[in-house]
T-cell receptor
Framework: DVKVTQSSRYLVKRTGEKVFLECVQD?????MFWYRQDPGLGLRLIYF???????EKGDIPEGYSVSREKKERFSLILESASTNQTSMYLC????????????FGSGTQLSVL | EDQVTQSPEALRLQEGESSSLNCSYT??????LFWYRQDPGKGPEFLFT???AGEEKEKERLKATLTKKESFLHITAPKPEDSATYLC??????????????FGKGTKLSVKP
């Protein structure tokens, strides 16, 4: 069965800490995405990548960076966590061939105190 | 500006009471419209893709339809296990690349036995 795995289900960090959210997919997908989901705001795209070492900004990239050193792994980095980054973070992947449906991980609920 | 609006925000039905969810969109050149289902504490799960006005897709008690300005997700004789948040999304070009989606805020469906 296809799988997108996010390293942590729940995470609690302090303001100013550097935070790493990891995502691994086992489907050999070229495309990978990071979204955040907030009540009343829905899913918003932070960053995405169409290939190894390649990244593009989404709709809300401020305060975030990403890394994709290997095809199967896409990391989201919060350089200096702030309370307004408390959210549910969802990683997704898709195939360039089909370029349609996204496969999502179960999400990481991040709380920044 | 690309935009996806879903209505209603929440819908409560009795088991067996059929209804429809609405997704209206404005996008420069629709490449695809997607429906996802999201259960609490999980990532969204793909349901349907629609590409052109007049297209319909069905899966069990769900049927998705598409016009030039909106899509409907029809739920026939729903059961309690259909309770979930239903998300609509449109595919857009972004900086010349394909594949990433813009999501609506979702409709939370509750089906009571």
């Amino acid at each position: 069965d296809v799988k997108v795995t996010q390293s942590s289900r729940y995470l609690v960090k302090r303001t100013g800490e550097k935070v790493f959210l990891e995502c691994v997919q086992d489907m050999d997908h070229e495309n990978m995405f990071w979204y955040r989901q907030d009540p009343g705001l829905g899913l918003r795209l932070i960053y995405f990548s169409y290939d190894v070492k390649m990244k593009e900004k989404g709709d809300i990239p401020e305060g975030y960076s990403v890394s994709r050193e290997k095809k199967e792994r896409f990391s989201l980095i919060l350089e200096s966590a702030s309370t307004n980054q408390t959210s549910m973070y969802l990683c997704a992947s898709s195939s360039r061939a089909t370029n349609e449906k996204l496969f999502f991980g179960s999400g990481t609920q991040l709380s920044v105190l | 500006e690309d935009q996806v609006t879903q209505s209603p925000e929440a819908l409560r039905l009795q088991e067996g009471e059929s209804s429809s969810l609405n997704c209206s969109y404005t996008v420069s050149g629709l490449r695809g419209l997607f429906w996802y289902r999201q259960d609490p504490g999980k990532g969204p799960e793909f349901l349907f893709t629609l590409y052109s006005a007049g297209e319909e897709k069905e899966k069990e008690r769900l049927k998705a339809t598409l016009t030039k300005k909106e899509s409907f997700l029809h739920i026939t004789a729903p059961k309690p296990e259909d309770s979930a948040t239903y998300l609509c999304a449109v595919q857009r070009n972004y900086g010349g690349s394909q594949g990433n989606l813009i999501f609506g805020k979702g409709t939370k469906l509750s089906v009571k036995p």
